[in-house]
């Protein structure tokens, strides 16, 4: 099991140091629509402080998408999702976040940057290389996934001889594509893209295989955070995956993953410190001890009798 190579991601002028931990990118969508939050954050300030929550959460960056993967339903115009992400890219920017804007749409693109986003999540496999040229005028990151699917189309019976082959075939030409429009690899992720134009055994295949992806020389991006595959093998709806997520992400880690999209920030924290503890990558004090008021939970009687002011606090 490999651990993964260190790269410097270089993301306007922020120079990321990725390997040794890997990042957290916490899911912000700002979609009436998403497959897994429907409706949590419905408006611009909810939305906001849903943002600052995964922050405080741990969350090293957010991925701002304005438009879900949801395949029965049309593309959104690219003025109504400039006008969902901009606004609110511009408002955590201005907290000093460090923020990706999801799309493939290069006007998208351009106005999320200008509002301070510093990377481009794309998940369409490059569909549009002015995306590429976009990040390139801008000095913003590009990551490109996989897909053989266009945006918000599901492949019914995907084929593949060996998805794994595909999958690296297909980003070394699509990465190809984006160095022509000049993006240096400095500024380069890759996702191999679980689920899009696979199907679960596919991805699982792909997941098990994910350290082959290692050979294009760029940091990965694992985005398996309620994922269908997930769903399929524990036969759980997208809220209820944590624990099969967190099964993903650890392997992810194992086999070299660098950047961590998730929905659920906090526990992915947690996972992500025990891991490392576990493992012998930090040092744990022999003075370590659990606080008194974290020993047990409180007993009704307990809560009961809580100052009203203290319990809603």
Do not use: W
Not at 25 to 48: H, K, Q, W
Not at 145 to 161: F, V
Not at 183 to 207: F, H, M, N, S, W
């Amino acid at each position: 099991m490999a651990d993964a190579t260190i790269h410097t991601l270089v993301a306007r002028e922020r120079r990321i140091e990725l390997g040794d931990v890997p990042l957290v990118m916490g899911i912000l969508n700002a979609t009436p629509d998403s497959f897994s939050d429907p409706g949590v954050a419905p408006a611009l300030e909810a939305r906001v402080e849903l943002g600052r929550r995964l922050l405080e959460e741990g969350a090293d960056l957010l991925d701002v998408g304005g438009e879900s993967g949801v395949t029965n339903l049309p593309a959104v115009d690219p003025d109504e999702e400039i006008d969902r992400v901009a606004p609110l890219i511009a408002r955590l920017a201005s907290d000093g976040a460090l923020l990706s804007v999801d799309t493939y749409k290069p006007a998208v693109a351009q106005a999320a940057i200008d509002a301070g986003a510093a990377i481009v999540n794309d998940p369409s496999g490059l569909i549009d290389s002015d995306v590429a040229a976009v990040c390139a005028s801008s000095g913003a990151a590009l990551a490109v996934t996989h897909t053989r699917a266009r945006p918000k189309e599901k492949l019914s019976r995907p084929r593949y001889d060996d998805v794994v082959d595909d999958v690296k075939r297909l980003l070394a030409e699509r990465l190809e594509a984006a160095r022509d429009a000049g993006v240096p690899d400095e500024r380069l992720l890759v996702c191999p893209g679980p689920d899009l134009g696979k199907d679960p055994a596919q991805t699982i295949e792909l997941l098990r295989r994910l350290d082959e992806v290692r050979s294009l020389g760029l940091p990965i991006l694992l985005a398996v955070s309620r994922k269908d595959f997930v769903g399929a093998l524990t036969e759980r709806a997208p809220r209820a995956r944590l624990a099969g997520t967190l099964a993903a992400v650890g392997h992810g880690l194992d086999r070299g993953a660098h950047v961590l999209r998730v929905h659920d920030v906090a526990a992915t924290r947690d996972y992500l410190v025990v891991r490392r503890a576990l493992r012998g990558d930090v040092e744990v004090p022999d003075d370590l001890l659990l606080a008194d008021d974290l020993r047990r939970e409180p007993l009704p009687q307990e809560t009961a009798a809580r100052p009203q002011n203290e319990a809603a606090a």
